[in-house]
């Protein structure tokens, strides 16, 4: 048997793993309380294949030294194991670096899971491959446990922390509200300045819960890489977790995949909230997105989700800028709402003081209600809540905090006229939507004010 041969072999045998454990994960999954309750949900092949390929970026491992390198320095850790969807993936990713099965054999692949039925099925898989190229992966360790226990005496020495971990709700009164942020910050405080390869909810990088947490990993000074996924019009997820009532689809679906450690000291980098369609999705994985430099901003307030380097330079041209709440006033005249729910465009609507679903903006004079119907239609207000909100709700503090640069107000300023005349012609903006049973109507401005900011870059 040739060598070509051999490798080709043994990419076909790993692809023949990858191709069942879909299957594998979601039976695993759906097997017994203990799983269900755990949050643990499975990882699609093309997306584990798409961490993999952001995880070697973020390492600067691009050939196949490189790789056989950092697999000789590396012990990587697991917290959840399932059907071993990441270990194989990682096997096969180093394939694609001319990594054969004698090259691999040494990993050091440590990893931890409460089914024991997941452990077994793993070992199994694992033997196989080993029977079949004459090898032994007498590195790879697979332990029966709660990893939250399993961590505080582990030897964790060079170790990368990579997976899964469970998203699931925490008891009231907890540090945490959500399970995967105790995760975290075992793996931070049991690992000294060890690496980070996760996919989390997206909550990681914008929720006030998790302030403390995101101070915990800025506070490790390692590099950081971060890109975020939206739920629509396609799943980075094809399933949410199975029969567990925990978490809700949209949260298990809207994830980050965070990247701490490796050589590029003082990288802070962050992309964009990303959607593709859903017939995009094989090329959307197959890439590796665009990042910004995140290195000017608090990333224990935020991690920021930049739309592009446009905002990243309005928002460095506006750190002396006024926020928007200033120009807003608790008492003033009703000047129009704003929908609490957003998508293409932020929905400008008629003023409803206390309504479900809508922001009210209030001013003590026209001009500031004329002003802000500007900044909150223009595309640097929307690039600015696609970069700092959720991708779904528009809330009062991303509203609020919205900076003005002196150069936005201006323009604002001098466009009044145009502002009242298209408010006044706002019936010709209209769009409706029914929600349940109801219809709403929303005005959409986005384009009404083309000329708005383009000083301001």
């Known amino acids: 048997m040739t060598e070509t041969t051999s490798q080709d072999e043994w990419k076909a045998a790993l692809d023949a793993v990858l191709f069942s454990l879909e299957k594998a994960e979601m039976a695993l999954s759906s097997e017994g309380r203990g799983r269900k309750l755990s949050g643990s949900y499975y990882t699609p092949a093309d997306v584990a294949e798409h961490f993999w390929r952001l995880f070697w970026r973020h390492h600067q491992v691009a050939d196949r030294t490189s790789a056989a390198q950092m697999l000789g320095r590396t012990t990587f850790v697991e917290p959840s194991l399932g059907a071993g969807m ?28 409460l089914n024991r039925a997941a452990l077994n099925f793993v070992s199994d898989e694992v033997a196989a491959l080993s029977v079949k190229f004459g090898i032994c ?13 399993w961590a505080e005496s582990a030897n964790l020495d060079h170790a990368v922390f990579v997976g899964n971990p469970p998203f699931v ?12 942020a105790d995760f975290v910050e075992a793996m931070i405080t049991n690992g000294q300045d060890a690496g980070l390869g996760l996919i989390l909810p997206v909550s990681v990088c914008f929720s006030r819960d998790y302030i403390d947490l995101r101070r915990i990993i800025q506070d490790t000074a390692l590099p950081l890489s971060a890109s975020s996924y939206d739920n629509m019009p396609d799943y980075l997820f094809k399933a949410g977790k199975p029969e567990s009532g925990n ?92 929908g609490a729910v957003a998508r293409n465009f932020i929905g400008i609507r008629e003023y409803e003081s206390k309504a479900s679903g809508v922001i009210p ?21 929307y690039k600015y809540w696609r970069s700092f909100g959720d991708g779904f709700h528009v809330t009062n503090e991303v509203v609020g905090r919205f900076p ?41 401005f986005s384009g009404a004010f083309p000329k708005l900011g383009s000083s301001c870059t």
């Open 247 to 338: 978490t809700n689809k949209a949260n298990s679906q809207r994830c980050t995949i965070l990247n701490l450690g490796g050589p590029r000291v003082g990288i802070v980098e962050s992309s964009a909230l990303l959607r593709w369609p859903s017939a995009g999705r094989a090329a959307f994985l197959s890439a590796i997105p665009s990042f910004h430099d995140c290195r000017g901003y608090d990333i224990g307030h935020q991690i920021p989700r930049p739309v592009d380097d446009e905002l990243t330079q309005y928002l460095r041209g506006a750190e002396d800028g006024r926020a928007a709440r200033t120009l807003m006033s608790k008492i003033g005249r009703g000047a129009f709402s704003i």
């Open 404 to 444: 003005i640069s002196k150069n936005l107000l201006d323009d604002c300023e001098a466009n009044l006229s145009t502002a009242a005349s298209t408010w006044k012609r706002r019936e010709s903006f209209a769009k409706t939507k029914v929600n349940s049973g109801k219809e709403i109507k929303s005005y959409d």
């Open 86 to 113: 990441f270990l194989f993936s990682l096997l096969r990713s180093l394939a694609g670096f001319d990594l054969g099965p004698k090259d691999v054999s040494g990993i050091k692949f440590k990893a931890v899971d």
């Open 361 to 381: 903006v209030r001013t003590d004079e026209r001009d500031s209600s004329l002003i802000l119907l500007q900044i909150l239609s223009s595309s640097l207000f």
């Open 137 to 149: 992966f007498d590195r790879v360790q697979l332990e029966h446990g709660n990893f939250l226990e």
């Open 169 to 180: 709700r925490n008891e009231r009164g907890s540090r945490w509200k959500n399970l995967y």
